[in-house]
């Protein structure tokens, strides 16, 4: 005769710790896709917002012949900074959202950065897309023009167009003379400390060259050259920019410049 032998109620410890291993196991795997899921819908909710900021851009210099300068990120108060009718107090800052009349912030709540093609005294000489058409179109003279031409560079990486070679990495530049730019520099913030991450760090130092390309998590090794040995850096920078060949047909056909 088979005796059935009755186990007193509960669990073991190692049955306990083989219930708690399986269930981190399932919310490790769980959480992966959720947290992934998160930022895509952050990225593409900024990306929405940047596009708008570009389209109230060209707004504005319909409404006023120019374009905005940018906000000072000391006061952060949502309008434009400048020096009189001719110059900005500085060509890199924050998007002038109050002016724009939009919320100039990304979805991780951080305000926009706007660098825009400016002069910073009023009678220097150069491009300057931040005041008004004086009626002689002639190029570095300080004002919107059909002969004014933008100072910012956008590079990007990837399989460069000028080259036969099958590359991942090549830096080339994407687009030249570029009015203005806008940008968020996603869930991780500004990165000019980050020696490594070459790309983001030129998104932050404030000059007229800027890198736009696809997300990249990175790995521990990594490295922003054209070697395709070696990973990319982190990059999650989102950018729009104001499209020279646009602004001037817009001011056209809107009356703005002959």
Request: with cysteine; net charge negative.
């Amino acid at each position: 005769m088979t005796r059935i032998v009755q186990h007193p109620g509960g669990f073991t410890l190692i049955e306990l710790a083989l219930v708690l291993a399986i269930l981190g196991s399932i919310t490790l795997a769980a959480l992966g896709p959720l947290g992934a899921h998160i930022e895509m819908r952050a990225r593409r909710s900024t990306s929405e917002t940047l596009d708008a900021a570009i389209e109230a851009l060209y707004g504005f210099a319909l409404m006023h012949g120019r374009l905005p300068c940018p906000d000072l990120s000391s006061d952060a108060d949502g309008h434009e900074d400048r020096r009189g009718e001719r110059a900005c107090m500085v060509d890199d800052g924050l998007l002038p959202g109050a002016d724009l009349g939009i919320d100039a912030r990304d979805a991780w709540r951080r305000p926009l950065r706007y660098h825009v093609t400016a002069a910073l005294e009023a009678e220097a000489p150069g491009p300057n897309f931040a005041a008004a058409d004086d009626g002689v179109c002639r190029a570095n003279d300080g004002d919107l023009d059909l002969c004014e031409r933008g100072v910012i560079v956008i590079v990007t990486r990837g399989d460069d167009p000028r080259s036969s070679a099958i590359e991942n990495k090549a830096l080339f530049v994407l687009a030249n003379s570029v009015p203005a730019v806008v940008l968020s520099h996603g869930a991780n913030g500004a990165q000019a400390a980050l020696a490594a991450s070459y790309d983001e760090a030129e998104n932050a130092d404030g000059d007229h060259r800027f890198v736009a390309r696809d997300y990249s998590a990175g790995d521990r090794a990594c490295s922003d050259d054209d070697g395709d040995a070696v990973p990319l850096c982190p990059f999650d920078d989102l950018l729009r920019w104001v499209s020279p060949t646009v602004l001037a047909s817009r001011l056209v056909r809107g009356g703005r410049l002959p």
